[in-house]
Every structure is written in structure tokens, then in C-alpha cells.
């Protein structure tokens, strides 16, 4: 499969961004998705994940409250919704696809998606 994150952007500290991540190649409603991020000098980290049919998420401590997590299976499609931002959620955010659901949430992902930049500016 085949991913490819959009939506990124300069945004002012408190906006919001939609992120986008568009899956081709294979059966998307089988693989469960998740977005992870990574700042600059800083590892990859995760940030959401949701189910193959969308009803379950998880989030990262950090971005709670903050940002949803939601798939579009007719279009194949995930989101990441990002409201109040905040400087330290400037990263390159990636989209990733987990065909083997072993755990709950994922451990370990397959595919991956190039990255999109958001910078939130203070």
C-alpha cells in the first residue's frame, strides 16, 4: 500500500490544522492506521492510532484532548484533526498502516507514509 500525508502548514500558536493521509494499493479498511511525528534532533514518536473500522483510538498523552483521529473507508482516506496547537507540535507528521493488527494499540507499523511539516508558531 501506498501513502500519501498532505495538509500541513505554518500555523499560529492555538490554530488548527487537518492532516490527510490518502492510502492506494491495497484493501484500506484492513489495516489500521496510525500518525506518528518527528521533530527535529528528536526520535520518531507516536501520536494516534484508530482502528480498521474507525470505532476505537488511542492517543498519545501529549496530544489529548487535542487532536482526533478519524479514517474515511469509502475514500480510503485517514485524518488527524489538530486544534490548539502548540509550538512543541512542530514536526514532520507521518502517516502509517498496520495490516496485522496483533495489538491493540499497534505495535509496530508496515507502511509508511513521506511526512508532512507542520510548524506552529508562538
Known amino acids: 500500500v501506498q501513502l500519501q500525508a498532505s495538509g500541513g502548514g505554518l500555523v499560529q500558536a492555538g490554530g488548527s490544522l487537518r492532516l490527510s493521509c490518502a492510502a492506494s494499493?491495497?484493501?484500506?479498511?484492513?489495516?489500521?492506521m496510525g500518525w506518528f511525528r518527528q521533530a527535529p534532533g528528536k526520535e520518531r514518536g507516536f501520536v494516534a492510532a484508530?482502528?480498521?473500522?474507525?470505532?476505537?483510538?488511542y492517543y498519545a498523552d501529549s496530544v489529548k484532548g487535542r487532536f482526533t483521529i478519524s479514517r474515511d473507508n469509502a475514500k480510503d482516506t485517514v485524518y488527524l484533526q489538530m486544534n490548539s496547537l502548540k509550538p512543541e507540535d512542530t514536526a514532520v507528521y507521518y502517516c502509517?498502516?498496520?495490516?496485522?493488527?496483533?495489538?491493540?494499540?499497534?505495535?509496530?507499523?508496515?507502511?509508511w507514509g513521506q511526512g508532512t511539516q507542520v510548524t506552529v508558531s508562538s
Open positions: 494499493g491495497r484493501t484500506f479498511s484492513r489495516y489500521a
Open positions: 484508530v482502528s480498521k473500522s474507525g470505532v476505537s483510538t
Open positions: 502509517a498502516a498496520d495490516p496485522f493488527v496483533r495489538s491493540w494499540p499497534p505495535e509496530s507499523y508496515k507502511y
